[in-house]
C-alpha cells in the first residue's frame, strides 16, 4: 500500500503563488511517477502536470505550461507543484497521484490517490 498526502492548498490572490506538496509513504517504487490533478466544482479532473521519479522528466498539459512547476525530492518521497501567477479560474481541489508511468498519469489512469486540498484564488 502507498498513502499520498497532500498540504500547501489554501487562498491565494489573483497574480500570486502556492507551493503543493504530496509525500508518500509505504511501499514506494522508484520505477514510478507522479503527478498533479485538480477537479473544480461541476467539472471533470483535470490533468495538470507530471514526473518521472527516476530521471526528473516532466509533462505538464497546456493550459498550466509556463505557470506551473513539478519537481520532486526522492529522499523525502515528496512531488511539488508550484503554482504562480493564479487566477481564479484555478480555484480547485488539488490531487496528487501515484501511476507506474507518465503515460498512465496524462490520461488520468494512477493506483494511488491523495485526499486532496482546496486552492481557492480570489479575484
Known amino acids: 500500500q502507498v498513502q499520498l498526502v497532500e498540504s500547501g492548498g489554501g487562498l491565494a490572490q489573483a497574480g500570486g503563488s502556492l507551493r503543493l506538496s504530496c509525500t508518500a509513504s509505504g511501499r514506494t517504487f522508484s520505477n514510478t511517477a507522479m503527478g498533479w490533478f485538480r477537479q473544480a466544482p461541476e467539472k471533470a479532473r483535470e490533468f495538470l502536470a507530471a514526473i518521472s521519479w527516476s530521471d526528473g522528466s516532466t509533462s505538464y498539459a497546456d493550459s498550466v505550461k509556463g505557470r506551473f512547476t513539478i519537481s520532486r525530492v526522492v529522499i523525502n518521497n515528496t512531488a511539488y507543484l508550484q503554482m504562480n501567477s493564479l487566477n481564479p479560474e484555478d480555484t480547485a481541489v488539488y490531487y496528487c497521484?501515484?501511476?507506474?508511468?507518465?503515460?498512465?498519469?496524462?490520461?488520468?489512469?494512477?493506483?494511488?490517490w491523495g485526499q486532496g486540498t482546496q486552492v481557492t484564488v480570489s479575484s
Open positions: 497521484a501515484r501511476s507506474p508511468s507518465m503515460n498512465s498519469l496524462r490520461v488520468g489512469v494512477s493506483d494511488y
